[in-house]
């Protein structure tokens, strides 16, 4: 019903920046949350940032200050522009959403579903 499309990665040299994209289609009435998550051989799966239906950004503190989130929302669409990248900045990068239906004009959270895009490689060489 919802897909995500991941888009921007490469190979870049420590120090240089890129800037991903989550690319959502499919109908959906409420968004809750759009989110990305990397995760580098064998390491867990880890948050670093998202960004919420009002617009309100989160990172991880260990990432502030390099990584900026911001949507389109008209193209559906969420970036991560990754700055300074370091060579401990490579994993897969993932984009989650969270979207649900509505009812008496109230998103239904308990009916919301959470859909994973496929993943872009990002890799950091010193």
């Known amino acids: 019903q919802v897909q995500l499309v991941e888009s921007g990665g490469g190979s870049v040299q420590a120090g240089g920046s890129l800037r991903l994209s989550c690319a959502a289609s499919g109908y959906t009435v409420c968004i809750y949350d759009v989110s990305w998550y990397r995760q580098a051989p064998e390491k867990e799966r880890e948050f670093v940032s998202g960004?919420?239906?009002?617009?309100?950004?989160t990172y991880a503190d260990s990432l502030k200050g390099r990584f900026t989130i911001s949507q389109d929302n008209a193209k559906d669409t969420v970036y991560l522009q990754m700055n300074s990248l370091k060579p401990e900045d490579t994993a897969m990068y993932y984009c989650k959403t969270r979207r649900g239906p509505v009812l008496g004009g109230t998103c239904l959270e308990g009916r919301s579903k959470d859909y994973w895009g496929q993943g872009t490689q990002v890799t950091v060489s010193s």
């Open positions: 960004i919420d239906g009002r617009g309100v950004s």
